[in-house]
């Protein structure tokens, strides 16, 4: 799959899917925050159906 989630995209998903997982296992919020394992994934991966399906790309295009 090709690409659609830029650097600060991905830097944002990264340390929200982090924080969501951190406050789940800390018992702050419910199990609830196990979902951030949806924005750490696209942030790994730099793929995001969502993204995909609307045909929505946060990367930067390089010049012809």
Not at 37 to 54: D, E, H, I
Request: glycine share 16%.
């Amino acid at each position: 799959m090709k690409p659609n989630v830029g650097s600060l995209d991905r830097v944002a998903r990264i340390g929200a899917g982090l924080a969501l997982i951190a406050l789940a296992a800390s018992g702050v919020v419910g199990v609830w925050g196990y979902l951030g394992v949806l924005p750490l994934a696209t942030g790994l991966l730099r793929v995001c159906p969502g993204y995909s399906l609307l045909g929505l790309s946060t990367c930067a295009t390089k010049p012809r």
